[in-house]
C-alpha cells in the first residue's frame, strides 16, 4: 500500500478532503489540472474555484443547508471555516467574496506539509488505485478524458445533465433612483410605522440585497423578450438534462407567465419605497465581493447569448445602464449513478480503493460537495489504517445526504439538503418552523453524541 492517499480534483469537495485526510497525519496527493487545463467555467489558478453563485445558502438553524453548515462546523471543516471568514453581506445566507475564498483555501492547502499540490490531468484511475486509496472529486465539469475513464471503472456509458450560471453587474452601473437596499420582510412598513420613519429605516438599515422592482407592465414586457431571446445553440452536447434546483432563467419562463413571480422575482416581503406598495415583481442583486463593488442576479441562470443576456437584462427597470462583468454560461455537470455504485461513505463498491467525493457523486450545492468530500476522506484514513468505517447516523443532515446516495433509487437525480430526506419525528407538528428546529437539534444531538 502506498504511504499516501490520491484525491483528484481540487475544488471543494477535493480541498476538503485532503484537508481531513492530512490532519489525521496522512500524506496526500492532491490532482489539479489548472493552471495547465481548464474546464470551460474556470479560469481562476486558485483551488476551491467557485464558478456559478457565491452563496453557500442559508444559516438559519431551521434551514437544511444551514443546519449541514453547522454539522461541518463542529466537525471542523476546513472551507466552512473560511466560507464564514470571507463572508460578504447577504442577509441570512451564508455568502463569500468568491476570489478571496478561493485564494485563502489556497494557502491553506498549500502550506500543510502533508499535502503535495500536482499540477497535472489524471486519466488512469485504474492504475493508481491498484496499491493506493484514491479519491475520485473531479466536480461537475469532469474532463473528457476522465470522464471515460471514470466511465470504464463504473461501467456506465453516460452521465451528465446541465447547469447554468448567473450574470454579475457592477454596482456603480446600477440605477439607484430606482434600486433600494434590504432584505425580504424588513422592507415592509411595520404596523402604526410613520411613513417617513419607515423609509428611514430602509435607508439605513444595514441590508444585504439591491431590489429592483418591476410594475405589471414592466414585467410583462420584460418576460415576453426573455422567453424569445437567442439561445446558446449546444451542438456539442449529446443530451440536455438539466437540473430543477439551477434551471436557466428562460426556460424556467417559459412554464408560465407567472412561474418567475412566484421563483426568483416573488414580491413577497418587500414594499416600492415609490410607491410604498408592494410591487408586481422584484429582481434581487447579491453582493459578491468582500469591497461590495459587483453584485450577480439571483436566480438568473441563463444560457442565452451574451448580446441578449445584455439586451433583455438591461430592460429590468434599474439596470438600463448595467455593466456586465460576467455574464451567466450553461455548462455540462458530471455525475455518476452513485445509487448503484457507492456506499454510504462514498465508497466504490466494486473497488474498496476508490471513494467518489463532491458533485460528481450526485450531491448538489457547495456545502453539500464539501460535507461528502469530508464523509470520503474521513472513510479514506480509517482504510488507510485499517480500522471500521465511519458512517454518520441518518438524523444528521450530513448522514442523511450519504444514505441518500447509496439508496437504490431508479429515477436518481442530484440532490441538495433538505429536512425531506431526513426521518420523520415521533410527533405530529403542524407549525413547520418548529418542525425544522426540533429536526435541527435532534440531528445536532445525534451528532456531538456520536464517537469519532
Known amino acids: 500500500m502506498k504511504d499516501y492517499i490520491t484525491v483528484i480534483g481540487g475544488g471543494?469537495?477535493?480541498?476538503?478532503?485532503?484537508?481531513?485526510?492530512?490532519?489525521?497525519?496522512?500524506?496526500?496527493?492532491?490532482?489539479?489540472?489548472?493552471?495547465?487545463?481548464y474546464t470551460e467555467a474556470h479560469s481562476n489558478q486558485n483551488l476551491a474555484e467557485i464558478v456559478c453563485s457565491n452563496s453557500f445558502k442559508s444559516n438559519l438553524h431551521t434551514n437544511a443547508c444551514g443546519l449541514l453548515k453547522e454539522e461541518l462546523?463542529?466537525?471542523?471543516?476546513?472551507?466552512?471555516?473560511?466560507?464564514?471568514?470571507?463572508?460578504?453581506?447577504?442577509?441570512?445566507?451564508l455568502a463569500v467574496d468568491r476570489e478571496i475564498f478561493a485564494q485563502r483555501v489556497t494557502e491553506e492547502i498549500e502550506k500543510n506539509d502533508f499535502i503535495q499540490i500536482i499540477h497535472e490531468e489524471v486519466t488512469d484511475i485504474k492504475k493508481m488505485s491498484e496499491d493506493g486509496i484514491v479519491i475520485i472529486a473531479t466536480g461537475p465539469l469532469t474532463s473528457k478524458s476522465l470522464s471515460e475513464n471514470i466511465s470504464k471503472i463504473t461501467g456506465q456509458d453516460k452521465f451528465y445533465f446541465y447547469d447554468?450560471?448567473?450574470?454579475?453587474?457592477?454596482?456603480?452601473?446600477?440605477?439607484?433612483?430606482?434600486?433600494f437596499y434590504g432584505n425580504r420582510y424588513e422592507q415592509e412598513k411595520a404596523k402604526g410605522e410613520d411613513e417617513e420613519d419607515w423609509k428611514n429605516r430602509i435607508k439605513q438599515q444595514d441590508a444585504s440585497y439591491i431590489n429592483l422592482p418591476m410594475n405589471q407592465k414592466e414585467y410583462e414586457k420584460f418576460y415576453n423578450e426573455l422567453i424569445n431571446a437567442e439561445v446558446v445553440t449546444l451542438h456539442d452536447f449529446e443530451k440536455r438534462e438539466i437540473f430543477e434546483g439551477c434551471m436557466p432563467i428562460e426556460i424556467m419562463a417559459k412554464r408560465g407567465m407567472d412561474t418567475l413571480r412566484y421563483g426568483p422575482l416573488k414580491p413577497v416581503g418587500f414594499d416600492d419605497p415609490r410607491t410604498g406598495r408592494r410591487p408586481y415583481a422584484i429582481v434581487q442583486l447579491r453582493q459578491d465581493d468582500a469591497h461590495a463593488t459587483i453584485y450577480n442576479l439571483v436566480g438568473f441562470q441563463t444560457n442565452l447569448k451574451f448580446g441578449e443576456?445584455?439586451?433583455?437584462?438591461?430592460?429590468?427597470?434599474?439596470l438600463e445602464n448595467a455593466e456586465f462583468v460576467k455574464y451567466g454560461v450553461m455548462h455540462r455537470n458530471t455525475y455518476i449513478n452513485s445509487t448503484k455504485l457507492l456506499n454510504n461513505t462514498y465508497q466504490?463498491?466494486?473497488?474498496?480503493?476508490?471513494f467518489f467525493a463532491g458533485q460528481i457523486t450526485g450531491v448538489e450545492g457547495y456545502v453539500e460537495s464539501i460535507s461528502s468530500g469530508m464523509v470520503a476522506g474521513i472513510n479514506a484514513c480509517q482504510l488507510y489504517q485499517n480500522k471500521g468505517k465511519i458512517t454518520f447516523s441518518e438524523l444528521t443532515m450530513i448522514g442523511a445526504l450519504a444514505k441518500y446516495i447509496a439508496t437504490n433509487n431508479e429515477k436518481f437525480q442530484p440532490m441538495n439538503a433538505n429536512f425531506g430526506i431526513l426521518p420523520e419525528l415521533g410527533e405530529k407538528i403542524k407549525d413547520k418552523k418548529l418542525k425544522y428546529e426540533k429536526l435541527a437539534d435532534r440531528a445536532l444531538s445525534a451528532l456531538k453524541n456520536k464517537k469519532m
Open 12 to 37: 471543494l469537495a477535493g480541498c476538503e478532503a485532503a484537508y481531513q485526510i492530512a490532519k489525521r497525519g496522512i500524506k496526500v496527493k492532491l490532482y489539479e489540472m489548472k493552471p495547465t487545463k
Open 73 to 93: 462546523r463542529y466537525l471542523d471543516s476546513l472551507l466552512i471555516r473560511i466560507a464564514d471568514e470571507t463572508q460578504v453581506p447577504a442577509g441570512q445566507a
Open 164 to 179: 447554468a450560471a448567473a450574470p454579475i453587474v457592477t454596482k456603480e452601473s446600477i440605477n439607484f433612483d430606482i434600486a
Open 309 to 318: 443576456q445584455k439586451r433583455v437584462f438591461q430592460m429590468i427597470p434599474g
Open 348 to 354: 466504490l463498491k466494486q473497488n474498496k480503493n476508490i
